[in-house]
């Protein structure tokens, strides 16, 4: 027997390529499917989606109602669901109460309506800190609150999935609902960041 | 320096515009669609694959070094897929071998398979 080196030495491109390999002989995944998922969530399921649903709420009250009052059915209503999105909670921020999104065992996240988490997300120290000292971490992305704001942090661990319906910046009421969008992020929407009027 | 006509700012901007790619290496996307589309066709629940991810994660972090989540999510898979007798972690493992000494061509160093080679 010749020596072979470990699997795990071996680039995990290759471990990815022998999996994906063996599982198209057996019949149990097609390579055009895989490019399609790649795809869509390459493109086409991202923040933008979760923007939409913050623009409406901001603009359409009974909306808003509706989406703190069941966020999976609100979301819905807007065309956004999928894998990870059946239970979703929306959580609103207002001046004096602030909610943060983790998932500290496996960076689980509300994929229909923000996409694929970003890198800070899955990062060992944020899902360590955002328990422990959110008020520290949270000032590292540059959002300094102030020590009377409440802080709540939303581990999603379980099945559900959250996402934090941030304030509407002063300065922002003249916009339409088209115009807000593009000034909610990402962070705005997992609560590492506020809206910034434009 | 001429990849301007995409709508970047906009409001049909695509998702990648508000942050990074999703994706930092291609291996990464067929990863993770391989375990969302096993999924979808009934192989799994997704629970049981997000309870191998977790134990991956945490043997990542414990073991220290550069983390990467889409290397958990390929190990937390092919656990589940061995576990549950879709697809043994030992043949990924030979056949990761095989392609590691592709280049080399025909130089299969033991032949106990039925290698039907079709190119």
């Not at chain 1, 009377?148 to 300065?171: C, K, N, T």
């Not at chain 2, 070094?65 to 898979?77: N, T």
């Amino acid at each position: 027997m010749s020596p072979v080196p470990a699997p795990s030495d071996l680039p995990v491109e290759l471990r990815t390529e022998a999996l994906e390999s063996i599982l198209v002989e057996k019949g149990l995944v097609d390579p055009a499917v895989l490019d399609k998922f790649i795809k869509t969530y390459a493109e086409d399921v991202g923040p933008l989606n979760g923007a939409k649903v913050v623009a409406k709420a901001w603009t359409d009250p009974e909306y808003k109602a509706r989406l703190l009052a069941d966020g999976t059915a609100a979301i819905a209503e807007l065309g956004f669901k999928g894998p990870q999105g059946e239970h979703f909670v929306v959580l609103e921020n207002t001046p004096t109460r602030h909610h943060l999104v983790v998932c500290t065992l496996c960076s689980c996240y509300p994929w229909p309506v923000l996409g694929l988490p970003p890198g800070w997300y899955k990062d060992p120290a944020y899902r360590a800190r955002a328990v422990r000292e959110p008020r520290a971490l949270l000032a590292e992305f540059g959002l300094e609150l102030s020590p009377d704001v409440e802080i709540r942090v939303l581990d999603s661990v379980s099945e559900v999935r959250y996402m934090v319906l941030p304030e509407r910046p002063a300065g922002t009421e003249s916009l339409s609902e088209e115009e807000l969008v593009p000034l909610i992020t990402r962070e705005a929407m997992t609560g590492v960041a506020k809206v910034k009027a434009p | 320096m001429t990849f301007v006509d995409l709508d970047v700012v906009g409001p049909a901007a695509p998702p990648r515009s508000n942050g990074e790619l999703v994706f930092a290496a291609p291996w990464e996307g067929r990863a993770f669609a391989m375990a969302l589309t096993l999924h979808d066709r009934g192989l799994f629940e997704w629970s049981a694959f997000q309870g191998q991810l977790i134990r991956a994660v945490a043997r990542a972090e414990a073991a220290g070094g550069e983390f990467s989540y889409y290397r958990c999510w390929l190990e937390a898979l092919q656990t589940l897929l061995d576990t549950s007798g879709l697809v043994d972690s030992a043949s990924v493992d030979e056949r990761t071998a095989v392609l590691a000494g592709r280049p080399a061509g025909h130089d299969h160093r033991h032949g106990d398979h039925d290698d039907d080679h079709d190119h």
